[in-house]
């Protein structure tokens, strides 16, 4: 199941278990908040009510941005100010949207169900794979370029259909 939640004036996009890192907020790290403006929640292509659903995080850390610096200048006035900002954020992971819970390992239990249903998907590809005739690779550029002949003594002109004359044809 995903939501999308706006907090400090930004949207984010999230899942039970994904770590994202948004602007301060208040609290230490291990204290459990809710996100309660919640904008968008469904699980694939189907939607579900916003209405009351809120979204739990854990905040794992109090951290900095990286440093952007402020310079000003102008011109033959002998005028320049330099600062330095480094933003406040909070990094956040979501522990559960409404009443569905983060699953401990969910990236392991995908591994090991893909496997399971390979061998299935690959006895029913195969027919499928033998019908389609098969296609001829294509040349690349490089390739076409090497294999050009190259112009001769007695070849015919590309500006004329005649054959260019050496110098001893012409004496």
Do not use: C, W
Request: aromatic share 2%; proline share 5%.
């Amino acid at each position: 199941m995903f939501a999308v939640v706006r907090t400090g004036g930004k949207q984010y996009r999230v899942a039970a278990g994904d770590k994202i890192v948004v602007e301060k907020l208040a609290g230490e790290a291990g204290d459990t908040i809710t996100l309660g403006d919640v904008l968008l929640a469904g699980e694939g292509s189907e939607l579900r009510a916003t209405d009351g659903l809120t979204v739990s995080a854990e905040i794992i850390a109090q951290a900095k941005g990286e440093k952007v610096i402020v310079f000003k200048k102008r011109r033959r006035h002998n005028y320049r100010r330099k600062k330095g900002h480094r933003q406040q954020h909070t990094i956040l992971r979501i522990v559960g949207i409404g009443d569905q819970k983060a699953a401990a390992k969910p990236k392991a239990a995908k591994k090991a169900a893909a496997p399971a249903e390979a061998p299935a998907a690959a006895e029913t590809a195969a027919p499928v794979a033998a019908e389609a005739p098969a296609k001829k690779p294509r040349a690349k550029k490089a390739d076409a370029k090497a294999q050009a002949p190259l112009k001769t003594e007695g070849a015919e002109s590309p500006m004329t259909d005649t054959p260019v004359a050496s110098k001893s044809d012409s004496e």
